[in-house]
């Protein structure tokens, strides 16, 4: 049904080009034209009796007043009745009359049209991505948790009112089943003592007083939708709540204001750093909010549970809550259009955590080529062991470095792992991430392309990209890098000299270049040359499984891949070929996996903080000796499809070497 109004709805809205106003008048025009249809469709305005009324006066407060002419003195919006001529009201005429679209809808369809169309560029740019319906559903459901039938609920980040519109819904069924309320009773009480929210947007708090008094079956003014900024502005609320849901905006460090990230790090410095998320501060100032005992619910970007600068998020969580529910999407973006992967946390304010909790985790196992997304919010309803594992984990079990929200087979087998592992990777290599020029298209040429001769050929080296990378192997490079870096002068490089003064404005732009850090024409971020020109392990920032490879040629690339250098004095019995083999086996991709961040719904992230976490066995000689006669390494660049992986005597190597039962085979396998 809403696909089909949203269709029928642009469609018109298209034709629309009678107005000759800006943006935000064409807004307001569109949102009364949303709000009267709402109110014929579903006789709540007789059309033909109120049509000179609404002309002359259309406004909000006059389309209102049409509906109810008991309406208050309280004024929704102050304005001034645009001036509609006879085209425009023509169109009006018909936008209303032609299809009843919104017979017997939830009035929350005005906001689906506002997000989806009115305000879809707004969305991408500010960084708000609005809750889908369902979604907002199963988070209302949460508010069963508190205790008692009288509380308080607010939404910080309101925006058009998804939330508030389904804990409406939900508390109007509940009430009217569970008391003797009547329903102008409860719609009264739900608008005036219950529900409140913030937004910083005033156009998106009107659409949700819109929403929630549309709900009703006369005119009641929403008390508690106010416009403001929940995390710098003194609270405009008078009390405490019981209940705080939102899904707050996902903004990152590099999207916000210098000004105001300052005055965020003075005010929540206990969970926000520079590179932390927005959504980080919405946490702390709900908690400051919240009575106790109070119910949270957001979702929010499931990056915080394994992020390096989420840990103070994560300890202060730790410290404050007592964590209830988290449904984890796994990397299914479940909000459409939205490059973020949700969660879902259900916490409750407490000031003493009891030693037993436990937190209940559900967490989606859809296939891989996401065919069954739109079942997604189905199976949370009613649970589906086909798409949503369900385990529990003790609070206490998890880490302020990264939660690891394992179910018991995957708890075991990473438990006999790292039980059997003496050594961290970091204890066997350094990391270090490859060179970032600051203008691939100056320094990086094809292979037989280069544009100038060089007097010293030894400046021209490999260069990898992270499609260059297989598992366990390299392709051969096809780019050549010009390493500005080992020039004593430039001048000594005539051609290249000239070449490169053509991009000399550009390159002097650079930051580095600006402050006199390095010369114009070095690369922005060359790295160590010994780190490069030496054997050494190599992987992509982001793959869908372990692709790890041994270089013995000495190869550069760019920053979408990191190096690993074994620690001279600290091998052990390892050398480079044997370690890519434990890394890139099965037993190895199943165990990073396991506390990897991922990135939608096949993508992992080999940040170099998660990667050096895995543990290693300190393997003797003559098993060093034994990886390497079970697996097919290949050295340098020759490769043959055939002999691409780890074989899978390795893998069964590694299995017995673990002591993994069949159950935890069959789960790595699977």
Sequence with gaps: MEKKVIRAIEAKFKKFDLLDHEEDSRLFFLLKCLLLKYLVNNDRIDFLENQGSI???????????????QKNAQSLMTEDPDAIDDSQWQWIISFIEDFPLFEGTNPDIIAYIYEKILMKHYRKQHGVFYTPRQIALYMASYQDLIEGKAYTALDPACGSGALLSALYDHLFKKLADESQMEGAQIHRYLLTQVLNGCDQDALACLVTKLVLILKGSSFVAPTGILQGDFLLDQSPFGHDF?????????VGHKEIDRDYMKQLKEKFASVYTDKSDLSYCFVYRGWQLLKENGLMVYITSRYFMEAYNGKKLRQFIAGHFEMLHLTDFNGHRVIKGVGVDPAIVVLAKKDHLAQSHQLVVKRFALPRDGSQIDDVVAALFINDAKLVESFSVRQIDLSHQCWRLYKPVTKSIIDKIEKRSSLALSDLAECFQGIITGCDKAFVFEKDQVPFDLTDQIL????????????GS??????????????????????????????????????????????WYFLQWGRKRENFETTKIVFPYKASQNRFAVDHQGAYFSADIYGLKLIPL?????????????????????????????????????????????????????QIIQIKEKTGILKGYSRNDSDEGISESLNHYLYQFFDLSDEEINEIER
């Design 55 to 69: 002309r002359n006066v259309f406004t909000f407060d006059g389309i209102l007043k049409s509906w109810d002419d």
């Design 242 to 250: 019981d209940l705080i849901i939102a899904n707050p905006p996902y």
């Design 460 to 471: 021209l080296k490999p260069w990898l990209k992270s499609k260059d990378l297989k598992v």
């Design 474 to 519: 390299l392709l051969p490079a096809q780019k050549l890098l010009i390493y500005t870096d080992q020039l004593d002068r430039l001048e000594h490089e005539p051609q290249l000299l000239e070449y490169l003064n053509a991009f000399k404005d550009r390159l002097s732009n650079r930051r580095e270049c600006r402050t006199g850090i390095r010369p």
């Design 570 to 622: 600290l091998k052990r019995n390892y050398h480079e070929d044997a370690l890519t083999a434990l890394l890139n086996s099965r037993v190895y991709d199943y165990y990073f996996k396991s506390f990897a961040k991922k990135l939608g719904n096949d993508l992992y992230e080999y940040y170099p903080n998660t990667v050096m976490q895995l543990k290693i066995p300190d393997f003797n000689p003559q």
